[in-house]
T-cell receptor, first 115, second 116 residues
Framework: DAGVIQSPRHEVTEMGQEVTLRCKPI?????LFWYRQTMMRGLELLIY????????DSGMPEDRFSAKMPNASFSTLKIQPSEPRDSAVYFC?????????????FGEGSRLTVL | DAKTTQPNSMESNEEEPVHLPCNHS???????IHWYRQLPSQGPEYVIH???SNVNNRMASLTIAEDRKSSTLILHRATLRDAAVYYC?????????????????FGKGTKLSVIP
């Protein structure tokens, strides 16, 4: 299996632009997680899905952020409009369960820079 | 939510054992203790997890205090490849109904440096 695949690996954009990050989870994994990593706050959970349904989005910073999972093999995290403080590395992870007994598999991340 | 406390950084000599501590004094009876590590420029990867008993796998060992308020990740012989940030996190074991929520925030972890 190729693992969790994220794109783009790097994105540089200007403030106010729309940003879309993409994730393909491991086949057969029912849970998908979006994380954001910054120096100040470490690795934070933004939202997670179970069977394509958003379960908990309490970590999403504000309405500018939205996430979708139209099918079992694809998810997007969108920021509109983007701001410099959104600059971070965004990780997608998937697992067979909620992670309590199993493991999370992370992608290599998408590094976002908003100028 | 139960939280964990880890040292910001640790150093180890190559080929020596490393003991990475984690305090979790507010752990609940159904929280699993998980360890992940993150190599430079990569996503976190699973290392090991346990509930009450000590655990061993090919990567490391996990020792859990009898009162479960602390745990230690043991790397038996540190290599340069083990230089990473190590995260200790608690994951509650709710019924997997899909309802409810839990926070799976990793925080800042312990940065392990391995000296050749």
């Amino acid at each position: 299996d190729a693992g969790v695949i994220q794109s783009p690996r790097h994105e540089v954009t200007e403030m106010g632009q729309e940003v879309t990050l993409r994730c393909k989870p491991i086949s057969g994994h029912d849970y998908l997680f979006w994380y954001r990593q910054t120096m100040m706050r470490g690795l934070e959970l933004l939202i997670y899905f179970n069977n394509n349904v958003p379960i908990d989005d309490s970590g999403m910073p504000e309405d500018r952020f939205s996430a979708k999972m139209p099918n079992a093999s694809f998810s997007t995290l969108k920021i509109q409009p983007s701001e410099p403080r959104d600059s971070a590395v965004y990780f997608c992870a998937s697992s067979r369960d909620r992670g309590s007994t199993g493991e999370l598999f992370f992608g290599e991340g998408s590094r976002l820079t908003v100028l | 939510d139960a939280k964990t406390t880890q040292p910001n950084s640790m150093e180890s000599n190559e080929e020596e054992p490393v003991h990475l501590p984690c305090n979790h004094s507010t752990i609940s009876g159904t929280d699993y203790i998980h360890w992940y590590r993150q190599l430079p420029s990569q996503g976190p990867e699973y290392v090991i997890h346990g509930l009450t008993s000590n655990v061993n796998n090919r990567m490391a060992s996990l020792t859990i205090a009898e009162d479960r308020k602390s745990s230690t990740l043991i790397l038996h012989r540190a290599t340069l490849r083990d230089a990473a940030v190590y995260y200790c996190i608690l994951i509650p074991r709710y019924k997997d109904s899909g309802a409810g929520s839990y926070q799976l925030t990793f925080g800042k972890g312990t940065k392990l440096s391995v000296i050749p």
